[in-house]
């Protein structure tokens, strides 16, 4: 647990118990289904589950929206366009509103400011617990055989982005269980997480250590693809994206391919989850098919078989 003092400020735990509870909209042919995960905490985090018809071999990707406060950011749906094209290449998909956001946020207009406004500590309670909600969700479904966690990646705008690095970060601090004489023979408990898309990063995001965060996923025995796309015409933005790919670029390694800083188009619209509506010549959503290739190199293509996540020490 000490990396994790360091990369979520006051909160060194790790979740150990998650309570989920459907709500699914939709008839079964449906191709997503609206669900509610409860986290350890008691918050309730909308998500959209677009599942995989390709088994369970399939790679499973969640997709964030910015979580810049719940005036100023999108929802889960402006993912749905790139979930459906995942899902149709074999992907499993969740999209989701983190807490505070979306529909994860109090319906009320009369509840209590402090469960509308960010404070301090809910960017790291959105990794530490949202998150790892929707991973015992998934893990759920890699059971049933529907998906492989072991090929799990996260595509974020904004703030998001730090906060997918830092699930990641802790998501590699979990240890496979003792249960066989090799470490390749023994049931995984995590270490799932194996690329992350990021979309005009924000950095610094509030009790978050951006730096911290980001050399753990930059930790080459990891081989963590990290791919950043931002809007070259807004310095802040450049800037930010500039100061996470420091540490993340592969300087001696041969191969820079995992790792890459990407301008997006200069128009003032195409930043963050506005990068989604970008169209080439022909028409086609540029960030749906450098996305789709994205996953397929870094997760589809792996091999890495299904195996299950019952160990019998449990």
């Given at each position: 647990?000490?990396?994790?003092?360091?990369?979520?400020?006051?909160?060194?735990?790790?979740?150990?118990?998650?309570?989920?509870?459907?709500?699914?909209?939709?008839?079964?042919?449906?191709?997503?289904?609206?669900?509610?995960?409860?986290?350890?905490?008691?918050?309730?985090?909308?998500?959209?589950?677009?599942?995989?018809?390709?088994?369970?071999?399939?790679?499973?990707?969640?997709?964030?929206?910015?979580?810049?406060?719940?005036?100023?950011?999108?929802?889960?749906?402006?993912?749905?366009?790139?979930?459906?094209?995942?899902?149709?290449?074999?992907?499993?998909?969740?999209?989701?509103?983190?807490?505070?956001?979306?529909?994860?946020?109090?319906?009320?207009?009369?509840?209590?400011?402090?469960?509308?406004?960010?404070?301090?500590?809910?960017?790291?309670?959105?990794?530490?617990?949202?998150?790892?909600?929707?991973?015992?969700?998934?893990?759920?479904?890699?059971?049933?055989?529907?998906?492989?966690?072991?090929?799990?990646?996260?595509?974020?705008?904004?703030?998001?982005?730090?906060?997918?690095?830092?699930?990641?970060?802790?998501?590699?601090?979990?240890?496979?269980?003792?249960?066989?004489?090799?470490?390749?023979?023994?049931?995984?408990?995590?270490?799932?997480?194996?690329?992350?898309?990021?979309?005009?990063?924000?950095?610094?995001?509030?009790?978050?250590?951006?730096?911290?965060?980001?050399?753990?996923?930059?930790?080459?025995?990891?081989?963590?693809?990290?791919?950043?796309?931002?809007?070259?015409?807004?310095?802040?933005?450049?800037?930010?994206?500039?100061?996470?790919?420091?540490?993340?670029?592969?300087?001696?390694?041969?191969?820079?391919?995992?790792?890459?800083?990407?301008?997006?188009?200069?128009?003032?619209?195409?930043?963050?989850?506005?990068?989604?509506?970008?169209?080439?010549?022909?028409?086609?959503?540029?960030?749906?098919?450098?996305?789709?290739?994205?996953?397929?190199?870094y997760l589809k293509m792996r091999e890495d078989p299904w195996k299950t996540r019952t160990s019998k020490l449990e």
């Open positions: 647990m000490k990396l994790l003092r360091f990369i979520v400020a006051g909160q060194a735990f790790l979740v150990a118990t998650w309570a989920i509870t459907p709500s699914v909209c939709g008839q079964g042919t449906s191709p997503s289904e609206n669900r509610t995960v409860t986290t350890a905490d008691g918050w309730d985090i909308k998500i959209t589950y677009f599942e995989s018809p390709a088994g369970k071999e399939s790679p499973v990707v969640i997709l964030l929206p910015g979580a810049e406060g719940l005036e100023r950011s999108r929802t889960r749906k402006v993912w749905e366009g790139t979930a459906k094209a995942l899902q149709r290449e074999g992907l499993a998909v969740v999209t989701a509103d983190l807490r505070k956001h979306g529909d994860s946020a109090p319906d009320s207009e009369d509840a209590n400011p402090r469960l509308t406004r960010l404070g301090p500590g809910d960017y790291g309670l959105m990794a530490t617990q949202d998150l790892e909600a929707i991973k015992a969700f998934l893990v759920k479904e890699h059971q049933s055989q529907k998906l492989n966690i072991r090929k799990l990646g996260v595509a974020a705008a904004g703030s998001s982005c730090v906060v997918a690095a830092a699930f990641a970060a802790n998501d590699w601090l979990k240890k496979p269980w003792p249960d066989a004489p090799t470490f390749a023979q023994r049931t995984p408990k995590g270490q799932d997480v194996r690329a992350i898309m990021m979309l005009s990063p924000k950095s610094p995001v509030k009790g978050l250590n951006t730096t911290a965060t980001i050399k753990a996923i930059a930790d080459p025995a990891k081989q963590i693809a990290v791919h950043i796309y931002y809007n070259p015409a807004d310095r802040a933005e450049k800037k930010a994206a500039d100061s996470v790919f420091r540490f993340l670029e592969l300087k001696k390694a041969p191969d820079q391919e995992p790792r890459q800083l990407k301008e997006g188009p200069p128009e003032k619209k195409y930043s963050a989850e506005g990068l989604l509506t970008a169209k080439d010549k022909s028409g086609k959503m540029v960030m749906e098919k450098h996305i789709g290739d994205f996953f397929k190199a």
